[in-house]
């Protein structure tokens, strides 16, 4: 009976331990973003995310998967698909979103960020939303790189990505 003491102190620290994991993927405001593994494919290309870690977008929805795209464009196109639905299922609702802003290459709030359309700057999958972290920064890569417009992240339309894709910046 010595070794009760001892079994049942594992058994706490156990406890602790595994409390420690399952408080881990908690999805606080504050918490860092996920970062793609070298599995990751964007569902809306097939393509390896990790291979592109400074066009980076990630997706996180309540009760569901997180989501890696190698690009805001992938990641906008596939918002506008979870918001139109389908089936009977309820489309899930958005936890967080972030998209990596140009020059420092952060992740930053999808809704925060500035996006540049219409640049000489291409990403994986050809002409981008470039993310930037300000006005300041946005308007800077406006200038620097050809860009055409200057948009919000509530400004991209459902037509916006696939006109991208057909190089039409209005
Ligand atoms: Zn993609």
């Given at each position: 009976m010595r070794t009760l003491p001892f079994s049942s102190g594992r058994r706490r620290f156990l406890a602790a331990v595994a409390a420690l994991v399952l408080r881990q993927p908690a999805r606080g405001a504050s918490g860092a973003p996920p970062t793609p593994g070298p599995r990751d494919v964007c569902p809306?290309?097939?393509?390896?995310?990790?291979?592109?870690p400074s066009w980076v977008a990630i997706l996180e929805v309540e009760d569901g998967p997180v989501r890696f795209f190698d690009g805001a464009k992938d990641l906008f196109k596939y918002l506008f698909q979870l918001r139109k639905g389908g089936g009977s299922r309820p489309a899930p609702r958005i936890a967080r979103i972030w998209v990596t802003e140009y020059y420092g290459l952060t992740r930053v709030d999808a809704r925060s960020a500035f996006y540049v359309v219409g640049s000489d700057v291409l990403g994986p999958m050809g002409h981008e939303l470039v993310p930037l972290a300000s006005r300041d920064e946005a308007e800077e890569f406006l200038a620097d790189h050809k860009g055409r417009r200057i948009l919000r992240f509530d400004d991209v339309k459902v037509d916006t990505p696939g006109k991208l894709d057909a190089k039409r910046f209005d």
């Open positions: 809306v290309c097939g393509m390896l995310v990790a291979k592109y």
